[in-house]
Structure formats: C-alpha cells, structure tokens
C-alpha cells in the first residue's frame, strides 16, 4: 500500500481517495447526529470482502493511472480481522492526509466542510474497534495485544492519527463554543456538528488508549512478546530526568535496541498526545461537557486501576487538570465527581501505602506501580523515592486546582456565621466534593507527610480550604483530621531528629524552597491552632 503521507498530494487525489468503499457518504445533517457514540456499538461495519474481487482492488473513474493498485489488499490480509486491520491503516492514513492537504479551503468548498469529511472517516475507524473479530483477534487476551502492537505499520498510523487530534484540538471547533441563543443559525449548525466531531474524535481516541493501557495491566507481564517488555521499561533519557548521574540501559540480549526505542516512544507519545487532546478538547467549552458523560468518564477512569504513578500523574496535569478547571458547576455530578472519585480511590489504596513504606522503611513498597526498573540497588531507591515525588507533585498540583477561588466562590471566610456543606457546596467545588464524601478517608500520606516542599507548597491552599470548611461547617470529620493529623504532622515539621523518617527524608531532599515553605506551614499551623482553640472552647462549655 502506497504511503499517504507525502505533502504532495493534490485535491483531487484525496477526493479519489475517499471516494472509495463510500468512505464520504451520508454527510447531511440528521445523518451526522446518527453517528452518536453511544450507537456506535449497534451499527454493522462490513470490511472488504474477500481478495482478488474486493472493490477496492478495481480502480474508479475518479483514479489516474499514478493511483492503479493503490488500493489492493496486499497478500498478508487475509481473514475478516486482518482486512479490518488493513482498512484501519487505510482510513487513519486518509485522516491524517486530509488533515495535512494543502488545498483544504477549495476542498471544503468541495464537499461542504473539512469537518464533516473528518467525521466520515472517524465513523468507520470506531466501527472496527467495535468488531467481534477485531476484539477477538487482538483485544480478548493480553497476548493477542501484540498482533496490534508489533505491527509498525499500525502503530505507525496510530501515532500520527492520535497526532492529527493534538492539531485539530480547539482551533478548527472553537468558533462553535457560543451559546445557541448568541449563535446564528449557521453558528448553530455548526455547534451540533462541532459536538458530533467531538464525539467521534474522543470515543476513538478513548480506544486507543485502552488499548495501549491494556499493555500496562499485570497479566501484560507474562503474555507480551520480550520486545514490548523492553519498550515499555523507561528509557534512559526517562531516567535521566531523575538521576542525571544515570546513563545506562540493561543488557540488550538479542533484542533489536532501535527497534525497542522505536515502540517504547510510540507507546509513551500516544499516549501522552491522547492525554493531552482530552485536556484541550475540555477546553473546548460546553460542546465537550455535553456529551454523554457516563460513557467517557467510565472509558477515562477504567484503567486507573493498574496505571503506574508516571503515567497517573501525566493523565492528571493533562487531562483530570483542564477538565476540572473548566467543567461547568451544572455538570460537577457528571464529570468531575465520579472522575476524581476514582483517582482518589487509587491514591487511598497505593499512594498512602507507598509514602508509608519509604518514611518508615526506606523503600517505597509498590513495585507494580514504578514499572520494571532496572539498575543497582542504590540507584534503584533513589528512582522510587523520584517516582513517587513526581506523583506527589501532580496530586499537589491537582489539590491546588480543586481549591482555587475560581472554583469556591462560596467558600466562607474563618469569621462567616455557621453554614452546612450543602448549602455551600452549590458555589464551592470543595465544599461540593466533601458533602459527596468525594476524598475518601482523608490522609497525610496524600500529600507526602510534607517532606516535599514543592508538592506542600502546591497544597497549602487545599489545606487553608479544609480549615475554612471545617469552621464554617463543625463538620467532625474535617476537625478530627485536622487535629488528629494534620497538626501532628505540622508540629513534626520542624522535628530535625535523625531518627525521623520524615526529617530524614525532608534533609535528602532539601532545597532552597525549604525556607519559605516552612514560614508558609507556620501560618497554616497557627491557623489550624485557631480550630483547635475554637474545639477546647466548645468542649469546655459543653462540660459546664
């Protein structure tokens, strides 16, 4: 099959291009609204039958002589999976030719609209991911991943496909993100194509990345060929973000290096791009928090369970990050709530547990979520404690957001009369995610006892929040964490004996943002002091 991805093709080309197998078709509008993700399931896909006789072996009208052949199965396609397989690669090469063609603005004039040429190839490409041959030849197992995984062409496309996204992101939708009372009725045409576009782009996407997550799962371990193993080890320029002194890769054993850099970067770029479109999509406007929530938060937070704290925390700054900062108050129920519920569910169950371990026993006990490293034991350690700080940064990041003024415009201030979360929680996302019981069991480990200043400085304003609640509301279980542990661990602080492992831990670490985050802990001790006063007075006068 011919490569798609010269910059010299012509208008014309594409047109040819996709007149075939009818991959423009049904473009009007109620069509496009029948493209509706959640039906995506229920609609048939009928790949090229056959080989010698398929459609797409005879060359069309539309076709000149340089385009003969160019759409003939090649002889390794056989079987209904495998010709999906071939088709995929096809129509994500026209997306992404479509996308690159110079001639674009006489093209849209052409066919009515780029947008809903893209939307007539996104249908198709969600369609074979629905396939019972498509899931039984390469998703029903983890060892059948590498049918997918191993075919460089696949990925290949897949990498520029999910790249394609990252450059569409808000620029080509962003002038339908009006309200429809403010919208001509253009404007608005445009709007229901926009959130249909959306839609397609980010359920296909949602694909992509189970997939590529399903290589991280643990049965992934024992089932994946010892190429993909290697490629999903962190590279050496991974590693050497974290110990510069590092330089050093494990021993090759036969396996093709070039060959393992070359899917190792795939895997990380897709999805780190695919995080980062679903952030910039979130940005969007409301065409975005419009779509069917349940399907995309449970197609986001499905794989949370086994991701490694590297790959968390990059799905937190690019994705959880803008969706929360941008989510509408209306929608908190539907997106944010049941998205953070799940990410804290994970840190509760293996964060905690890991700042546990490497404050009272020096390692960070959860190997299934650092990855395979590799190295000597020293450099090892020192790898762990990174990973996790890294993580910690992210959540602090995150806490940070979630306390913003932008989002808690109702959060009452230390003297405002008594009020209940729920009253509050209509202006206040904090005050919202705690009468949901949103955080689970509140912890110190969740913020790392601490011992970071970087990640306490990003949290302090999560903190000074919980005080404000905790006053305005007496809620007992926000004063019971605040007195019981972040008080403790505030006063310990400045503990500087060595047989502290959190001092020891805060000396390895330290740096020249120790000395204004610690005056920064100071205020918020001398706040949380004031709870505390305030809960003496309150038990002294219940005893009279």
């Not at 049918?147 to 897949?158: H, R, S």
């Not at 520029?160 to 990252?166: A, T």
């Not at 968390?312 to 900062?325: D, Q, S, W």
């Amino acid at each position: 099959m011919k490569d798609f991805f010269s910059p010299y093709i012509t208008e014309e080309d594409v047109l040819a291009f996709l007149s075939v197998k009818q991959v423009v078709n049904d473009t009007d509008k109620p069509g496009l609204e029948a493209l509706a993700v959640n039906n995506l399931d229920d609609q048939e896909y009928d790949p090229v039958q056959g080989n010698a006789t398929s459609d797409l072996e005879r060359p069309t009208e539309s076709f000149g002589s340089k385009w003969q052949g160019k759409f003939q199965v090649m002889p390794g396609y056989q079987g209904k999976a495998k010709l999906l397989l071939w088709e995929h690669n096809l129509l994500s090469e026209a997306f992404i030719s479509v996308m690159a063609c110079p001639g674009l603005c006489l093209l849209s004039v052409r066919i009515e609209c780029k947008k809903q040429l893209l939307m007539s190839l996104l249908n198709p490409l969600n369609k074979i991911w629905t396939q019972s041959e498509w899931d039984e030849e390469y998703m029903s197992y983890t060892y059948r991943l590498s049918g997918l995984l191993c075919d460089d062409q696949f990925m290949k496309t897949v990498h520029l496909l999910v790249k394609s996204f990252e450059e569409i992101k808000g620029s080509k939708i962003e002038h339908s993100t009006g309200t429809q009372e403010k919208c001509s009725p253009t404007s608005i045409a445009n709007y229901q194509h926009s959130s249909t576009f959306l839609q397609l782009m980010l359920t296909l996407l949602l694909r992509i990345l189970h997939f590529i997550h399903m290589a991280w799962t643990d049965q992934s371990a024992y089932d994946l060929p010892e190429i993909i193993r290697r490629a999903k080890l962190m590279s050496t320029m991974e590693i050497f973000t974290f110990l510069p002194e590092t330089n050093s890769l494990p021993d090759n054993d036969g396996v093709d290096a070039i060959r393992v850099d070359a899917i190792g970067t795939r895997l990380r770029e897709i999805r780190e791009t695919g995080y980062n479109v679903i952030g910039l999509c979130a940005n969007v406007g409301r065409s975005f928090f419009e779509l069917d929530s349940s399907l995309f938060i449970h197609a986001l937070v499905a794989d949370i369970s086994f991701m490694e704290f590297d790959h968390l925390g990059k799905f937190i700054e690019l994705t959880f990050i803008p969706l929360v900062r941008c989510c509408p108050r209306e929608c908190w129920d539907k997106w944010v709530l049941l998205l953070l519920e799940s990410l804290f569910f994970y840190c509760e169950r293996n964060f905690r547990y890991a700042w546990l371990s490497l404050i009272h026993e020096g390692r960070a006990k959860v190997p299934d979520f650092f990855g395979d490293l590799y190295g000597p034991e020293d450099k090892l350690k020192k790898l762990e404690v990174e990973l996790v700080l890294k993580f910690t940064r992210s959540v602090s990041l995150l806490l940070r957001v979630l306390a913003s003024k932008e989002l808690n415009s109702g959060l009452p201030d230390l003297n405002c009369p008594k009020s209940d979360l729920k009253s509050i929680s209509s202006s206040s996302l904090m005050g919202y995610l705690l009468l949901h019981n949103c955080f689970g069991r509140f912890s110190m480990y969740l913020f790392g006892c601490l011992v970071d200043h970087q990640a306490t400085m990003e949290a302090l304003p999560f903190f000074h929040a919980l005080i404000r609640l905790a006053v305005a509301t007496d809620d007992e279980r926000l004063k019971q964490f605040i007195l019981n542990e972040m008080l403790p661990t505030i006063v310990r602080f400045s503990d500087r004996s060595p047989q502290s492992g959190i001092s020891r831990l805060r000396s390895e670490l330290s740096s020249s943002n120790e000395v204004s985050s610690m005056d920064d802990v100071v205020c918020l001790g001398q706040e949380i002091y004031k709870v505390y006063l305030h809960n003496q007075v309150t038990m002294t006068n219940g005893e009279m």
